[in-house]
C-alpha cells in the first residue's frame, strides 16, 4: 500500500467541503484529478469514506475515524517543511473561530499583534456563535475557538483563557436607569432584548438569572451585540452584553450600566481545541501570545 500526501489532501478538502468540486478549488487542482485521488485512496483502503446524498459526500463512520489521523499526518509533514523555512514560516496557515464577543472585539487586536511580531503569518478568522464554533472544531474546519460559554463536548479539551464581565444596561432616559437601586422584580418587569439561543452571552445569562428572575420579556432576539446595544440605545428595553463591547457606549452615556449584585454575571473565556489535533508550532505560539496579550 503507498498512500500518497495529496491522497491525504484530497481527502481532508472533500471531508471539509462535502463536495468534489470545493475541494478541487481549495487545492488549485482539476475535479477528475480530485475524484481520481479520492477513488485511488478509497481503493487502496478497500472501503469506502464517504456516504453519497445526491451530490454532497459525507463521511461515513470510517472517514470519520480517519480524518483527525490524515489532519496528522498533513500537519506533521508540514511543520518539518516548515523547520527549513524562515522563522516566520514556521506558523505556518492558522484556522482560528471565535464566539461573537471574542471574534469582533477581542481577536482583531491579537492577530494584529501576532502578525506584526510574526509577518509571514497566515491567520483567518470565522466568527459565530458558541454553538457553531463547537461544531466547527469537531468537523476540523478550524484549528482551535475561543468562546464565551461552555463546551461539554468529550472530544475537545476546554482550556481556561481569561475573565469576563457581563452587564445588564439600559438606556439614560429609561425608568430603571432613573432608580437609584434595582431588584429582581424590576428586571422581571422589564422588556429585554437579548442574544440569541447558542449564544455563549444567553447562555451565561439564562444560568445568571435562573431561580433569581421570576420571568423574562424577552422582547427581542438579535445575533450580534452591536443591533442590541442600538436597541437598548432607543429605549424600547434593556439588554445585557460583555463590558467589554459597551465601553464606548458607557464612556459616551449613550448606555449606562444597572448595578446587579444579586445576579453572577462574571465568567471565563475558553480555548477549546480537538483532542485528536496536532498541535503544530505555530498554534503554539499564537496561544502563548492570546495568553499574554489579554488583560
Request: glycine share 8%; aromatic share 6%.
Amino acid at each position: 500500500m503507498r498512500i500518497t500526501l495529496k491522497q491525504l489532501e484530497v481527502f481532508i478538502a472533500v471531508a471539509q467541503s462535502g463536495n468534489v468540486t470545493r475541494a478541487s478549488e481549495t487545492l488549485n487542482i482539476t475535479q477528475s484529478a480530485t475524484s481520481m485521488a479520492l477513488a485511488d485512496f478509497e481503493s487502496q483502503l478497500g472501503r469506502k469514506l464517504f456516504d453519497r446524498i445526491g451530490k454532497r459526500l459525507q463521511l461515513n463512520d470510517t472517514g470519520r475515524l480517519l480524518l483527525p489521523k490524515a489532519l496528522d499526518a498533513v500537519s506533521r509533514v508540514a511543520d518539518i517543511e516548515r523547520m527549513a523555512a524562515s522563522d516566520s514560516a514556521l506558523i505556518g496557515p492558522l484556522r482560528i473561530g471565535a464566539s461573537m464577543t471574542i471574534g469582533n472585539y477581542m481577536m482583531p487586536g491579537l492577530i494584529g499583534s501576532f502578525m506584526r511580531a510574526h509577518p509571514g503569518a497566515q491567520l483567518t478568522l470565522d466568527v459565530a456563535n458558541t454553538r457553531q464554533v463547537i461544531q466547527a472544531l469537531e468537523q476540523f474546519q478550524i484549528d482551535f475557538g475561543f468562546i464565551e460559554g461552555f463546551c461539554h463536548e468529550p472530544n475537545i479539551e476546554v482550556l481556561p483563557w481569561c475573565r469576563d464581565e457581563l452587564v445588564i444596561f439600559a438606556a439614560p432616559g429609561h425608568e430603571l436607569a432613573q432608580k437609584p437601586a434595582i431588584n429582581e422584580d424590576d428586571l422581571a418587569r422589564a422588556d429585554w432584548i437579548l442574544r440569541e439561543p447558542g449564544s455563549g452571552t444567553r447562555e451565561v445569562f439564562d444560568n445568571a438569572v435562573l431561580g433569581k428572575v421570576n420571568r423574562i420579556n424577552l422582547l427581542l432576539e438579535f445575533g450580534h451585540t452591536e443591533a442590541i446595544k442600538h436597541a437598548v440605545e432607543s429605549g424600547i428595553g434593556i439588554g445585557c452584553a460583555s463590558r467589554r463591547t459597551l465601553e464606548d457606549a458607557l464612556h459616551t452615556g449613550s448606555v449606562v450600566a444597572l448595578a446587579t449584585p444579586f445576579l453572577n454575571l462574571e465568567r471565563e473565556l475558553y480555548v477549546l481545541i480537538h483532542r485528536q489535533k496536532y498541535r503544530t508550532q505555530g498554534l503554539e505560539h499564537f496561544l502563548a501570545h492570546c495568553r499574554q496579550g489579554v488583560s
